[in-house]
């Protein structure tokens, strides 16, 4: 597809477990963005790449969250003990160059709920 | 500190109506970016514009309009003659150089347009 496509939709996991949601930005564009969406609430950033480097990771809450992007496209969002307080749609952004908002497009978001 | 505050959570309006949302920020940068975005039931965020701090002057798209007021540290959107496809939350946004953690969303204002 033309659009950043977000993968699962959806995803319900126990406190405690671990989870992958994994982002596929449009093709070409090298700045890739991850926010998290409490409910009622804007997003908030968490961390952006530049090609295959994490440029800010300032935004992510503690040390559970880390994410990767290997090869300078595709990349994951892995959060290690999940908490209930991790319940969010998690919303990845695309732009062909870093902070681009005129090139920048947002995914659906993951829903992630945490029992 | 950088707030992004939108005091109406919902707004209700007939078709064709016109409607404003409110945006009030804060921020001690001389320099600065605002911006408007539309989140649709879909969920993926879609950027309608971007202000810097230097510019003052309002602008028109079609049924859209901004008014910017430094005095009063405003960045209101109007929107006239409603239409529902026009139902969706909207988020005011701040940002600092267009960075990253600078990157600040307000709470959103979530608008329904009645047939």
């Known amino acids: 597809g033309a659009g950043v496509s977000q993968t699962p939709s959806n995803k319900v996991t126990e406190k405690g477990k671990y989870v992958e949601l994994r982002c596929d930005p449009i093709?070409?564009?090298?700045?890739l963005y991850w926010y998290r969406q409490s409910l009622g609430q804007g997003p908030e950033f968490l961390i952006y790449?530049?090609?295959?480097?994490?440029?800010?990771d300032s935004g992510l809450p503690n040390d559970r969250f880390f994410a990767v992007r290997p090869e300078g496209s595709v990349s994951t969002l892995k959060i290690q003990r999940t908490e209930r307080g991790d319940s969010a749609v998690y919303l990845c952004?695309?732009?062909?160059?870093?902070?681009?908002?005129?090139?920048?497009?947002f995914g659906p978001g993951t829903r992630l709920t945490v029992l | 500190a950088q707030k992004v505050t939108q005091a109406q959570t919902e707004i209700s309006v007939v078709e064709k109506e016109d409607v404003t949302l409110d945006c009030v920020y804060e921020?001690?940068?001389?320099?600065?970016?605002l911006f408007w975005y539309k989140q649709p039931p879909s969920g993926e965020l879609v950027f309608l514009i971007r202000?810097?701090?230097?510019?003052?002057q309002n602008e028109i798209s079609g049924r859209y309009s901004w008014n910017f007021q430094k005095s009063t540290s405003s960045f209101n959107f109007t929107i006239t003659a409603s239409q529902v496809v026009d139902s969706a939350v909207y988020f005011c946004?701040?940002?600092?150089?267009?960075?990253?953690?600078?990157?600040?969303f307000g709470p959103g204002t979530r608008l329904s347009v009645l047939p």
């Open positions: 952004a695309s732009s062909l160059r870093a902070w681009d908002t005129d090139t920048q497009y």
């Open positions: 093709s070409g564009h090298t700045a």
């Open positions: 790449f530049q090609g295959t480097g994490a440029a800010d």
């Open positions: 921020t001690r940068d001389t320099t600065y970016y």
């Open positions: 202000r810097n701090s230097f510019d003052e």
């Open positions: 946004a701040l940002s600092r150089d267009n960075y990253g953690q600078n990157f600040v």
